[in-house]
């Protein structure tokens, strides 16, 4: 085995990482497999003879391994299946140097997880050095997410799209020229208003989610849906203020429009997305139960069926990750008891929470002082979806989450 150091990293740092990439063949092959005289920065090129690749794998312990390039004669493809035998290797990226010309294979052809082929006849320091920032390039988009499937479809957004999607309601449900004004009180007239420009917040929630979820494409995805549907809130409930006589300003959407800090753990991202939710499913459904007008009850009934979706949603991406670490937990029990603990000041909402200078946080607190058990009956919810995520029945209050807490801690 010869190794060649393309570039010397005199303080190796994530920002400068060491990638290793193997070219492997026979040896009679190896020598004539030109290097480009440029340095990869940050790059580790070892030559590995095909008999020894095994023993080469198994020296590298724990290091990674970015790009495989393997000189291949007709049919001869050893070293791909030694690779993919090995699971903590399924990210490594890899080329076939063949007498065939170069060419990304097609995905019916790709049952070894090959990017492509190089032809070996014209190989060239530049088409070498194309092929290997190809493959760092992929190496990078892949991640380390523990949660990525193989197969795109075992994915938990693929699980959960079925039940999510036919489960949507239909803008014929609503019919906006049927309202009766009458019906209405200045009181719901104030909570609709408020209700509106509160759903505006789902701009910088969908912004944030797909920051934070940049390794991946599941829970993202789904995202994109969640996003689509709570605009929808905003919308209808602005529409039936314009049939009532009642503009709401744009500014309240622009206020809303800035991102807010991203989460530092991501199963306590969505115990504060689970809690919002269920939050807003109780308000929603108590709403309609009391209102007289009957547009205006559909209207509050069909988004409190939403956000209980969207909790029931970001409570399986969420168990997902409880399952995958007990440090997810932990955080998530955190977030929890941070967000039902104190309710001094009105519930906490990140409509409200993240935007002082909008009038979401007095909103909130209008929504809840019209119908003070709402928030305690959604709160019950929450606590059952935890004692499902701990699988711990004896979680059954505010109180009984600090006590786990202590319990990690010590």
Known sequence: MKTTLACAVSAPSPERAIHRVAVVGPRRELDGVPLPAAPWPGVLVDRVADEAFADYLDGLGGETLAVVLVVAEAGDRGPLRILRSRPERLRTRAYLLARAPARLLAPVEDDSDVEGIVDLDRLTPEALARAVENGLRAY???????????????????????????????WRELDLSQIRRERLTEPEIDILQESAIIEFGTLPGAHNFLREWADEYSFSSWALSWGAEEARHSLVQCRYLHEIGIDVRAKHALYKREPYPIGENRAATLMMNIISESRAAEY?????????????RAVWRLLGRDESRHARAFFVFCKELVASAEENAVAAVQMAYV???DRRRGVKHPAGFFYPHSSSTSGLRQIEQYAPVMTDVADRKVLAMIRNLLDDESVQSVGDLKAYLRSKVA
């Open 339 to 341: 967000w039902l603990a």
């Open 140 to 170: 990078g988009a892949l991640g380390t997410n523990p949660l990525i499937p193989e197969y795109y479809l075992d994915a938990t957004y693929n699980r959960i799209f079925d039940w999510f999607e036919t489960t949507k309601w239909d």
């Open 284 to 296: 929603y459904k108590t709403l309609a139960r009391l209102t007289r007008e009957p547009v205006l």
